[in-house]
């Protein structure tokens, strides 16, 4: 596996969530986390440590954003929140404090991600589909199983994660 793709698997899904809360349009967002994966690739020589990569894609990611909104003429309300918010805190600790966010809430996803992997398919199937919000008997609908099964194997499912978790620390 490449380096660019590993790195592309390993943040592309909380990148995705960061600029999402920027960017209504799910195909917009994926492009910017596109453009600012390609940004940091293009510069990558340049980071020593795997926090000055984080919070380069997060802050390159969260302008890049801030800009796709400016051009859009829907960043007015944004802009206003941004600008009261600016007044009370400094803009470098209001960007300290996203950037801090993004990078631990990535770290938890890819932990959950990473114990996911390890879950027997079936397990990991129904916890996948949780995870997008499918409610148990939807769950049991699209795998033809009943709802009870669903409950017990996402039980177990829970169990190997926590135990996964714990052993990492």
């Known amino acids: 596996m490449t380096s660019f793709r ?5 943040v592309f899904p909380p990148l995705i969530l960061f600029s999402r809360r920027f960017v209504d349009e799910k195909d917009a967002a994926a492009d910017l986390v596109q453009e600012a994966l390609l940004a940091y690739w293009n510069r990558r020589k340049e980071f020593k440590t795997v926090i000055e990569v984080k919070a380069f894609l997060f802050g390159t990611l969260k302008n890049m954003c801030l800009n796709h909104l ?14 009261e918010e ?3 805190n400094t ?14 809430e990535e770290e938890t996803f890819a932990l959950l991600f990473r114990a996911l992997s390890e ?4 397990e990991k199937e129904i916890m996948e589909l949780s995870l997008q919000g499918k409610k148990n008997q939807t769950i049991a609908d699209v795998l033809s199983l009943s709802v009870n099964t669903i409950k017990t ?4 499912a829970y169990r190997r994660i926590r135990v996964l978790l714990w052993q990492r620390g």
């Open 70 to 83: 400016r051009t859009k003429k829907v960043h007015g309300r944004y802009v206003q929140k941004t600008m």
């Open 119 to 122: 879950l027997p398919p079936r």
């Open 91 to 104: 803009e470098q600790e209001e960007e300290s404090l996203v950037i801090n966010h993004a990078i631990i």
């Open 153 to 156: 194997l996402k039980l177990r």
């Open 6 to 10: 590993l790195l592309y698997e390993t």
């Open 86 to 88: 600016a007044d009370r």
